[in-house]
């Protein structure tokens, strides 16, 4: 079975501009979790998506928004970049969502901003 | 979601040691997994605690899920030089937001 696939892997962008990220989920997950990870702040929830459906955010400005398909593939975009904004986003399916969870991540898309 | 309080911050290993580590909170927990990550991956899932009490392990890698469900331990038996790297608690209160603890850095003593 395969595994979180992320896309891209590496990228680096400019200040001002935008970025979207893909994340396709384990086969049959229909939950798609997504984190920022820095060095300083540790693993930071971004959002979650069921459905289709945003069913939790965390505490980050509207630049950061998210979707997710009916085939469960989800993308994140981060629109007018900042230099603290690199990072390394992960991606994070489940079969559902709630407790009871188990969960998986991919290897991450690396963000630079320069 | 909340943070979970885990400990050590970082250990140094000799091969063939025992090595444990912990999360706390202070709510209690339905679920419990522990991740390890390595520089520039994503984490790993090593083991999923669903129930009070519970003991899994996977390998060298033992895991306990607290009577109280509001802690975990991870034990690694006879490290070895590939278990360095940073693991990480996670667990789900009753909410649905996936807390994390800070992570604990393993790192081979020289």
């Known amino acids: 079975k395969a595994g979180v696939t992320q896309t891209p892997r590496y990228l680096i962008k400019t200040r001002g501009q935008q970025v979207t990220l893909s994340c396709s989920p384990i086969s049959g997950h229909r939950s798609v979790s997504w984190y920022q990870q820095t060095p300083g702040q540790g693993l930071q929830f971004l959002f979650e998506y069921f459905s289709e459906t945003q069913r939790n955010k965390g505490n980050f400005p509207g630049r950061f928004s998210g979707r997710q398909f009916s085939n469960s593939r989800s993308e994140m975009n981060v629109s007018t970049l900042e230099l603290g904004d690199s990072a390394l986003y992960l991606c994070?399916?489940?079969?559902?969502?709630?407790?009871?969870?188990?969960?998986?991540f991919g290897e991450g898309s690396w963000l630079t901003v320069v | 979601g909340q943070q979970l309080n885990q400990s050590p911050q970082s250990m140094f290993i000799q091969e063939g040691e025992d090595v444990s580590m912990n999360c706390t909170s202070s709510s209690i927990f339905n679920t419990w997994l522990w991740y390890k990550q390595d520089p520039g991956e994503g984490p790993v899932l090593l083991i999923a605690l669903y129930k009070a009490g519970e003991l899994t392990s996977n390998g060298r890698l033992t895991a306990q899920f607290g009577i109280t469900r509001k802690d975990s331990f991870l034990n690694i038996s006879a490290s070895i030089p590939s278990d360095v790297g940073i693991y990480f608690c996670a667990g789900h209160p009753n909410d649905y937001k996936l807390s994390f603890g800070a992570g604990t850095t393993v790192t081979v003593r020289a």
């Open positions: 994070a399916s489940s079969p559902h969502t709630g407790g009871g969870n188990t969960i998986y």
